[in-house]
């Protein structure tokens, strides 16, 4: 995929689903065996060298470049912002080559990743530039799939939210919603397992880690994770 075909070359956001290659979609699979440039990013946590390993086997080395990128793992948005604006000028060097460039992300391109930050630099600075978003499959399907544990039933209210949340907005949403899916909980386990013990509901979750890979686990006693050290790759359903 390149201007070879006389159409200007664009920035593809694919979703890579949750780790099992034949998650993919068909879509999906296609632009990654095409492009040119591969761009993944890359963290302490190193999770997109995951999303890379996803796609492996649909990659041809000789011929495309990976362009691996690295962002440092910070809280604060603004401390990143110098690295996503080189990210994003990496990859706008390329698609001024005539490159079409597929930033791949696991689970779905619009669900907490990493791209929506390039992607609202893309949109200010570079609008000229075509982006196609892929969806992908998420992680948060994929989980409940896996611990056979519908997310929502009729007029069931379902919230999806990161687990480093302040505490009143968590429990906050424990009461308010009938299913709570917890992102990044795997630094903040030990606390949000307290908040369900305070209200009861300890029993009621289900923690999931590297859903759709080799090293998938579904683990439903929650007190068995209290003081350890858990997975990035993690998340916590709460169903009442």
């Known amino acids: 995929m390149s201007s070879a075909n006389n159409r200007p070359a664009k920035i593809y956001a694919v979703g890579v689903g949750p780790g099992d290659p034949e998650l993919l979609t068909r879509k999906a699979e296609r632009i990654i ?11 302490a946590a190193d999770a997109a060298s995951y999303a890379l390993s ?5 990659l041809d080395r000789s011929r ?5 990128q690295v ?9 990143l912002e110098s690295f996503w604006q080189e990210a994003a000028a990496q ?15 696991i689970g779905d391109p619009f669900l907490y990743s990493t791209f929506l930050y390039l992607y ?7 609008p000229e530039i075509p982006i196609e978003v892929v969806p992908g499959i998420s992680s948060v399907g994929a989980a409940a799939v896996a611990a056979g544990l519908p997310l929502g039933m009729a007029g069931e209210r379902i919230a999806i939210l990161p687990a480093t949340f302040e505490t009143e907005k968590l429990l906050k949403t424990l009461i308010d919603f009938d299913t ?25 979750g289900v923690f999931i880690r590297r ?28 169903r009442k």
């Open 120 to 126: 609202r630099i893309f949109r200010e600075q570079y």
């Open 91 to 105: 990859v706008v060097e390329r698609v001024r080559q005539g490159l079409d460039v597929a930033f791949i992300t």
């Open 71 to 79: 962002f440092p793992m910070r809280k604060d948005p603004a401390d």
């Open 33 to 43: 065996r095409q492009v040119p440039v591969i761009c993944t990013p890359t963290g």
């Open 211 to 238: 859903v759709g890979s080799s090293d998938e686990e579904v683990i439903f006693d929650l007190a068995s994770l209290v003081g350890q050290k858990l997975d990035y790759l993690s998340l916590l359903i709460v």
């Open 54 to 58: 996803i796609v492996e086997e649909f």
């Open 180 to 204: 709570v899916v917890f992102m990044k909980v795997h630094r903040v386990f030990d606390q949000v397992y307290g908040m369900l013990k305070a209200l009861g509901l300890e029993k009621k």
């Open 64 to 68: 495309q470049e990976i362009l691996v």
